[in-house]
């Protein structure tokens, strides 16, 4: 009789338990206005909610809102939020946070990340459930723009706008998502940070199934790989250990992400200022074998869009790799090769570039491969590798724009909207066209885009823009972002198979997330 109920007997995941989950980092704050690394803003996703967020399809669904209404002119929205919304402390949360928060993210002494992008939209509560947006001027993708995390106004009003970045609140901070955080600790080894966070009993979307979770924020996806091997934690989001490289026992799944890496080319650089140069090194990369450097499959990728976001006719297709028009296209824009040399010349000036990128070990692979192929065509590479989560990247890389080739992710997303990073406006030093590029044809495509709400019409502007971007060069596509997840067989994560937009998103589901199992009976 034993023998046969344990035949019927099976395991089953169950509430409780600690999920210890780990990101690269560091965690300098916890405030979302300021959220930079993976860590940072993977602890936003837990402690915050917003107004909208991507479900486990990858569509953008309710989160807050309950209902949208948008004017006939599409410059405004009017959003109705839920009324079982409280906040961590049990303070109701209403439609003065969200103006509020706006108003923070606007705020240049605030200095948040996301200033740029609420230049000129009044958001104004009409009450405590509704809130209206008004924009300068139509923008078709703004819905997407609500996905920001809500800050609490009764907690942060007093607080000069200054001074909120070194406030309490940016390391022990209330929030109204389905975790609440109980500390922010250092290591043992004082290496890295943790935070503690458990299920939030308050929160409206339902009890977790887990009881805590707990984030640890590690410099380096070789700190993480070891981090999950030694059991430290019992899962990692981003590593680079490869498949087959991981003990039998351990699950490892890789999830496209709607982000793209680039070889992006400065095109106001003395060299590359040239678009047959351009040209040689967008014919001369062979981009399946800078793939193959990665160690693990990830979907290749030549536009700048991410893989399914144009559709129909006329589409450019992928570059077909030819060494030898590469060296054509060099020796007919007078590059020549001197004998006896590996570095073309033209009159006394070297054929060279620096290449840069943030210190990742799979950027870095990458970057060697290109710089490899690149050294062949006769082109003398430098190759230069710095701390993208530094202030100093931002100043002195991205923002002077100190490079003639930045090997680095551009976060697309789910809605097509690449105005951001091609268009001439944002050629900036603070804007994100971190390629200098300027088309008459590619700004006029981008600027109708995002200011009409037809799909179709929108389709063929964009497919219009790709075709001059492709024709122009830019940039070169290297292979669509994957978010590889490893985790041991004692927890189950339940991230989304269809549609992951960002790193961050695998949480879609985390209320479903699971780090304890219990033997049940099955029905024979």
Do not use: C
């Not at 109204?176 to 929160?203: C, T, W």
């Amino acid at each position: 009789m034993h023998w046969n109920q344990e035949a019927y007997r099976t395991v089953a995941w169950k509430s409780g338990g600690t999920y210890a989950e780990a990101s690269i980092g560091p965690i300098n704050t916890l405030n979302p206005l300021y959220a930079v690394t993976q860590a940072e803003q993977s602890a936003g996703k837990l402690l915050f909610s917003s107004l909208y967020r991507y479900d486990d399809t990858g569509t953008l669904g309710d989160d807050l809102a309950v209902s949208m209404d948008m004017s006939d002119d599409g410059k405004e929205y009017v959003v109705r939020i839920r009324d079982d919304a409280r906040w961590s402390d049990n303070t109701k949360l209403t439609a003065n946070d969200i103006a509020f928060t706006v108003s923070l993210m606007q705020s240049p002494e605030v200095r948040s990340i996301m200033q740029g992008n609420w230049v000129n939209v009044t958001a104004e509560a009409l009450d405590e459930r509704t809130i209206k947006f008004t924009l300068p001027a139509a923008y078709a993708s703004f819905p997407h723009a609500l996905t920001f995390a809500v800050l609490p106004e009764h907690v942060l009003a007093d607080t000069a706008p200054g001074a909120i970045r070194q406030s309490t609140f940016s390391i022990s901070p209330t929030g109204s998502g389905p975790f609440e955080l109980k500390l922010l600790q250092a290591s043992v080894d004082g290496e890295h940070k943790i935070a503690n966070m458990a299920a939030s009993p308050r929160y409206y979307g339902g009890a977790p199934r887990l009881s805590r979770f707990e984030l640890h924020a590690y410099n380096s996806a070789d700190d993480m790989a070891t981090a999950l091997q030694t059991g430290e934690v019992t899962a990692a989001a981003g590593t680079n250990i490869k498949p087959n490289e991981l003990p039998s026992t351990f699950k490892a799944e890789q999830y496209p992400l709607n982000s793209g890496v680039y070889a992006l080319l400065n095109t106001q650089s003395s060299i590359l200022k040239d678009k047959a140069i351009r040209r040689a090194l967008q014919v001369g990369t062979d981009t399946v074998e800078v793939r193959k450097a990665i160690g693990y499959e990830v979907p290749s990728l030549h536009l700048p869009f991410v893989n399914g976001q144009l559709s129909g006719k006329n589409i450019p297709a992928d570059i077909e790799y030819d060494s030898k028009k590469a060296v054509d296209l060099l020796n007919k824009a007078g590059w020549k090769l001197p004998k006896d040399s590996q570095v073309r010349q033209k009159g006394d000036q070297p054929l060279e570039l620096t290449v840069v990128t943030a210190n990742d070990p799979t950027y870095e692979k990458v970057m060697e491969r290109l710089a490899g192929q690149w050294r062949k065509l006769g082109i003398k590479i430098n190759t230069d590798t710095r701390d993208s989560t530094s202030q100093d990247f931002v100043q002195t890389v991205l923002q002077q724009r100190s490079y003639d080739v930045l090997l680095y992710k551009l976060v697309i997303g789910v809605d097509p909207d690449v105005y951001a990073y091609w268009h001439s406006t944002q050629a900036t030093t603070g804007g994100f066209n971190f390629s200098n590029y300027s088309n008459s044809v590619s700004d006029d495509a981008l600027s109708s885009a995002r200011v009409n709400s037809d799909p179709a019409l929108r389709n063929e502007k964009y497919k219009a823009f790709a075709r001059q971007w492709v024709s122009d060069v830019p940039a070169i596509g290297l292979y669509q972002s994957v978010l590889q997840y490893v985790h041991r067989p004692s927890v189950h994560p339940d991230i989304p198979g269809r549609g992951v937009p960002s790193e961050i998103d695998r949480y879609a589901n985390v209320l479903y997330w699971s780090a304890q199992q219990e033997s049940v009976y099955k029905t024979p």
